[in-house]
C-alpha cells in the first residue's frame, strides 16, 4: 500500500492502475455529470485543444525548419497521440483525425485572418477557459485535472469517447 503522505504515491499508484481508457473516463465522468457543465465541455474543451495548437503553431517555424509549418504543434500532438496511444488504439486515431484537423484550421487562419493566429488563440483559450470553470462551479466539483494533469489529455478523448459510443465504435 502506498503511503498517504506525499501526492506523489498516490498519483503513481492512480497512473499505474488506470491503464485503460474506460477507467479513465470513468475518473473523468465523476466531475462532469450536471448537464449544464457537460454542454459547456462540449465547447470549450474541443476550443482549448484547438487554441494549444495555435499558439504552438504560432512560434516562429525556424527553431525547427525540419518539421515544416507549425513545428511545435505537430511535436507536442505526437506526444500527446503517444499518450493515447499506451491507452487505446481506436481512440488514437480519432484523436490523430481530431489534431489534423486542428492543424489544418490553424494553418487556414493563420494564411487568411487579418489578426495574427496568436491572438485568436488566446482570445478563445481565456473564453474557453473561462467558461470550464464556470461549468465547474455549476456542477459544484474541481476540474478533474487538479488531481492529476493527465486529465487535461483525457477531456478531449472523453468527448470522443460520446461520439464513438454513438457511432458504435469501440475503444
Known sequence: MPCTTC????????????SKIQHWFDAYGESHRNPV??????????????????????IPPHVAPVLGRMPWAKLVVAAGLLFYLR???TMFIGMAAWSIVCIAIALW?????AW???????VLFTVAWVG????????????SFLKDLQF??????????????RLGIPY
Open 7 to 18: 501526492g506523489w504515491c498516490v498519483s503513481v499508484t492512480f497512473i499505474v492502475s488506470m
Open 37 to 58: 457543465n457537460k454542454a459547456v465541455h462540449w465547447i470549450c474543451v474541443p476550443t482549448i485543444f484547438f487554441c494549444v495548437i495555435g499558439l504552438l503553431g504560432s
Open 87 to 89: 491507452r487505446s488504439f
Open 109 to 113: 487562419i493563420d494564411a487568411r485572418s
Open 116 to 122: 495574427p493566429l496568436w491572438a485568436i488563440c488566446l
Open 132 to 143: 470550464q470553470f464556470i461549468g465547474h462551479r455549476i456542477e459544484g466539483k474541481k476540474p
Open 152 to 165: 487535461l489529455l483525457i477531456g478531449p478523448a472523453w468527448l470522443m469517447g460520446f461520439i464513438y459510443r
